[in-house]
T-cell receptor, first 115, second 109 residues
């Protein structure tokens, strides 16, 4: 299957700082990537849909100024958590699809801890 | 609204068979997916159903009935490594993935 690489896998940052998470499709071009957040013992919550060359589409309740998404190329999307707070501590996962109707391939996820 | 229902937790014995059910109500349907997720890891793809019937892949099978809004994942010859959460997801008319809360499967020796 297609490979999606996410980096870093774990990050600890101080409250008030910003953290950037990268998501790369290694062997295919991903026109659309998805960013999810997952709290312990809960399912995936879609945060935003990232489209190459255009602004991301955010889900209701997700602050676009806090979670900055950039999808500058067909193989790279980034999520920046700005002015992080302890409540932003979570598991962030990106995914991409080859085309509509096929399965989503997930990155390894990023465990963010804000102290 | 859109809704995916699956049991929160199930327990089964090593070597046995377990069936995890998923019912859904979504705006449109463009396929149903099952994913496995071990604690602390990202989900991994297990199966995809878009037409009614059974799809078999090794020890895992997935069934779909679109008229009933129902699917199940069948796991045979259970192994301890199958202990994980199993997520049901439906792709709606906008090709958005709607996720269930996941079923935590506990395998006992």
């Amino acid at each position: 299957g297609a490979v999606v690489s996410q980096h870093p896998s774990r990050v600890i940052c101080k409250s008030g700082t910003s953290v950037k998470i990268e998501c790369r499709s290694l062997d295919f071009q991903a026109t659309t990537m998805f960013w999810y957040r997952q709290f312990p013992k809960q399912s995936l919550m879609l945060m935003a849909t990232s489209n190459e060359g255009s602004k991301a589409t955010y889900e209701q309740g997700v602050e676009k100024d806090k979670f900055l998404i950039n999808h500058a190329s067909l193989t790279l999307s980034t999520l920046t958590v700005t002015s992080a707070h302890p409540e932003d501590s979570s598991f962030y996962i990106c995914s991409a699809t080859l085309s509509e109707g096929t399965e989503a391939f997930f990155g390894q996820g990023t465990r963010l801890t804000v102290v | 609204g859109q809704n995916i229902d699956q049991p929160t937790e199930m327990t089964a014995t090593e070597g046995a068979i377990v069936q995890i059910n998923c019912t859904y109500q979504t705006s449109g349907f463009n396929g149903l997916f099952w994913y496995q997720q071990h604690a602390g890891e990202a989900p991994t793809f297990l199966s995809y159903n878009v037409l009614d019937g059974l799809e078999e892949k090794g020890r895992f099978s997935s069934f779909l009935s679109r008229s009933k809004g129902y699917s199940y994942l069948l796991l045979k010859e259970l192994q301890m490594k199958d202990s994980a959460s199993y997520l049901c997801a439906v792709r709606d008319s906008n090709y958005q993935l709607i996720w269930g809360a996941g079923t935590k499967l506990i395998i006992k020796p």
